[in-house]
């Protein structure tokens, strides 16, 4: 997902949002889940969530992401 000069990717078994520049390097990454237990940084299987969707919303002329999930 785009919004201005960002893209923004999450996957199911990381407890990340991505934000990657042009050139597909992270400048940022904003927890979703905590972390603190997780050895490799990713979710195990038996706990992930399935991301199902994420979408851009603009409401009042403020930019929102949303994420859509099952668990």
Same mark, same amino acid.
């Given at each position: 997902?785009? =919004?201005?000069?960002? =893209?923004?990717?999450?996957?199911?078994?990381?407890?990340?949002?991505?934000?990657?520049?042009?050139?597909?390097? =992270?400048?940022?990454?904003?927890?979703?889940?905590?972390?603190?237990?997780?050895?490799?940084?990713?979710?195990?299987?038996?706990?992930?969530?399935?991301?199902?969707?994420?979408?851009?919303?603009?409401?009042?002329?403020?930019?929102?992401?949303? =994420?859509?999930?099952?668990?």
């Amino acid at each position: 997902m785009k =919004i201005d000069n960002i =893209i923004y990717i999450v996957g199911d078994d990381s407890p990340f949002l991505y934000c990657l520049n042009f050139d597909f390097n =992270i400048i940022n990454k904003i927890e979703l889940f905590k972390t603190a237990h997780f050895k490799t940084g990713r979710i195990p299987k038996k706990l992930k969530y399935d991301f199902e969707c994420i979408t851009k919303l603009e409401i009042k002329d403020k930019k929102y992401l949303l =994420i859509v999930f099952n668990y």
